[in-house]
């Protein structure tokens, strides 16, 4: 596996005022796999938040080399930052940061208008695209309640639909499960889980929660905008069911193939 995410030394520096800087983040380093599961943990203020906002390119480094896919991007500028991020990233908050008098259809078609290139995606398009990915996470049948008319656990699986919608390989998440109950939690674990292992995207969540890290393969633990342990996960707890349709079958000519998960759910649809 390669790394997709390659951060040396970064460091986030904010200069209140002449003799006040806040260290946000003091030179962390650390490399992410494709296709992995990660949690990032650690006490209030330890820089978690600062350190999404940079793997997110929502935000830029003070110093230090983040290298995102092989591509240099702590010198990039604002707009080769928002092209990056289209392009590559999915990002998802705390406080779902919905429009909420606006239907979910059209809370998850929004990146798509935005795209820079927004113009060749057709309306028909985008509806499609935004159908396919509330389908993804389950809300088929809620794609014209306004946020305002769903739970908070629904209202954060259209935030991870509006995150799928450009076809994103990573998914970063500041404490998605932070304003849910234990039910709605474990049911955004199991989407984050499913997305990892069926297409491969690499998912990077922050958490206070153990339990919620256990879903993971490894943590990643802040303290004082420093990066003190990376730990794997032993005991992955997996909530996530694969469907149970990868089968070999006889064909007529009696060699064996394997139906694919797609095929195989076009088949039983
Ligand atoms: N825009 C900013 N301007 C000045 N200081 C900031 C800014 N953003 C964050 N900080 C400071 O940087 C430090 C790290 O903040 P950060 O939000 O990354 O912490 P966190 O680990 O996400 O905390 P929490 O668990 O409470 O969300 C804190 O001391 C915070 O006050
Ligand atoms: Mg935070």
Redesign the pocket.
Same mark, same amino acid.
């Given at each position: 596996m390669s790394s997709v995410i390659e951060v040396t030394e970064i460091v986030k520096t904010?200069q209140?005022s002449e003799d006040n800087t806040?260290r946000?983040l003091r030179g962390v380093s650390f490399n992410i796999e494709e296709g992995d599961l990660v949690a990032i943990m =650690?006490? @209030? &203020? @330890? &820089?978690? @938040?600062?350190?999404m906002n940079v793997l997110g390119c929502l935000d830029r480094p003070t110093s230090g080399s983040y290298m995102l896919g092989g591509q240099e991007v702590a010198t990039l500028s604002d707009q080769e930052l928002a092209t990056v991020r289209n392009r590559r990233i999915g990002f998802v908050f705390q406080s779902f940061n919905l429009l909420s008098r606006t239907t979910a259809l059209e809370n998850v078609e929004l990146p798509l208008l935005y795209a820079r290139n927004g113009a060749s995606v057709s309306s028909s398009e985008r509806r499609k695209r935004a159908v396919e990915a509330l389908e993804s996470v389950g809300l088929g049948d809620r794609l014209r309640h306004k946020s305002s008319q769903l739970s908070g656990g629904q209202q954060q699986r259209v935030a991870i639909a509006r995150a799928l919608v450009n076809h994103p390989n990573m998914i970063l998440a500041d404490?998605p499960t932070g304003n849910l109950d234990s039910v709605s939690s474990a049911e955004i674990m199991a989407i984050f889980q499913r997305l990892n292992i069926e297409q491969g995207i690499t998912v990077i969540f922050?958490t206070?929660e153990p339990d919620i890290a256990a879903h993971t393969r490894r943590i990643l633990r802040?303290f004082d =905008?420093t990066l003190v342990e990376d730990e794997r996960v032993a005991n992955q707890v997996v909530v996530y069911k694969a469907p149970q349709v990868e089968q070999q079958v006889t064909t007529q000519d009696t060699s064996q193939e394997t139906v694919s998960i797609g095929q195989a759910q076009e088949v039983l649809a």
């Open positions: 904010y209140m806040v946000a =650690g006490p @209030s &203020g @330890s &820089g978690k @938040s600062t350190l404490e922050v206070h802040m =905008g």
